[in-house]
């Protein structure tokens, strides 16, 4: 570990794996690398949301067949999160870190030129499914790279990859949609992208070696022979699956504004889509900036579980608030409520993650991986409810019905972190 940290910087890429903890500027570059990849996965899911009013006018269908195609890919998620995410502990981060960006990158070249909207939905599908395995090796690779302390901090960076993806959709949907109308365009920005982050990856990007991983908490003894089957512990607790239910409402609201609020903001308040673009890249602008304040007084306070429920109770609030605006509501007006909505809103994140992988690692920290893939199997069955569900929702009783209900799942999300591991006040200090 001492020649490690007294190595050169590039002297890391020598091995296939890191046999130290990588401290200073290496484990911030590594981070930052992690930090990238996810990014630019997250983009590529969300890109099609910016521009999902072009392609239901270019292929004549409606907002009900497209949550069909979400739903399904929400199906093939769930599925990718099972089978991925055991490679993720058994084979380690790095190739999933590394083979979903490129293959994106090829699907978004494959969307660019499809024909019709059945090829179009094909590759949506086949898109969740390597985004799914990219998921729980994100989670677990950053868990690798820091201690105990500092935890939600580490997640803050994690929340900075989804915000910075989602602001990435929509910052470059409203600065090239007036100049390159439609949806296609999107995607061949996406293809770019895709293919220099997959090469950036690939070159740069190291594992941790599976003794140093096992290290970090010491949670269980050195000398386990088989860490793999060490992990297998963590499907045996009913804690960890209750608390992992808690990314079914999160990711209910979550999806809501990075799958439908351009659309919702389009159809129910009149912006055209690159102005509503613009409003909706106000949410993800503050919520990058709240994830860090957050992950901040989460680390200094020890309080995970207090952190998360106040953002879930006011991001609820301020989604109830949205639903009673009236339809000619002004833009200016739109984008403080979005804004306010993504200060909250960046409460819940990283603070929950810090939560999960504190309670996860005090069952074994071999299982990491594992854990995470828990929750990315059982985030699409808010994609279920929510992709089947609003087209009919809004059909019958309207947009505003809609957002009522993401913000009764965020006091779900309160309500659930209690079965995490962690106090939910600060510890007294005693006197001298």
Known sequence: MHDGAKAPFWHYLRAKEIGHLPTGKLRWWLLGLIVLGWAVEQYEGLKTGTVLVYILDDFDKTLTQWGYVAAMAGVVYAIGAQLLSRAADRFGRRPLLVW???????????????????TLAALAMAGSFFMAGMN????????????????????????????????????????????????????????????????????????????????????????????????????????????????????????????????????????????????????????TMSVFLSGWLSDRLRVRKTVTAF?????????????????????????????????????????????YSETAEAISPHGVGRAFGITATLSPIAGLFLNLGLPRVIENYGWSTWMMCAGFCCIGVAVLVSAGKGPWWPPKTTAA
């Open 311 to 355: 953002g879930a109770i006011t991001t609820g609030v301020c989604f109830l608030i949205g639903s009673s605006l009236p339809v000619d509501t002004p833009e200016t007006t739109l984008m403080v409520l979005w804004s306010l909505t993504g200060f909250f809103a960046g409460f819940i994140y990283p603070s929950w993650c810090a939560l």
């Open 136 to 287: 729980p090796a994100v989670h677990a690779a950053s868990r690798d790279l820091t201690p105990q302390m500092g935890r939600a901090m580490v997640y803050a960076w994690v929340s900075l990859a989804f915000t910075v993806g989602a602001l990435m959709a929509t910052v470059i949907a409203a600065n090239t949609l007036p100049h390159f109308p439609g949806w296609r365009p999107q995607y061949w920005i996406g293809a770019g992208l895709g293919l220099a982050t997959a090469v950036m990856l690939f070159l740069f990007y190291r594992d941790l070696a599976p003794s140093i991983r096992g290290s970090v908490t010491g949670a269980i003894p050195a000398d386990v022979a088989d860490h793999y089957d060490a992990g297998r512990l963590i499907y045996r607790s009913p804690r960890l699956w209750v608390l992992s239910g808690t990314i079914v409402f999160w990711s209910l609201t979550y999806v809501t504004v990075s799958g439908y609020v351009p659309t919702y903001l389009t159809r129910h308040h009149g912006l055209d889509p690159a102005r509503a673009a613009t409003v909706t890249s106000f949410f993800w602008i503050v919520f």
């Open 100 to 118: 979903p960006v490129f293959f994106y990158a090829v699907i978004s070249v494959c969307g660019a030129l499809a024909p019709t909207f059945y």
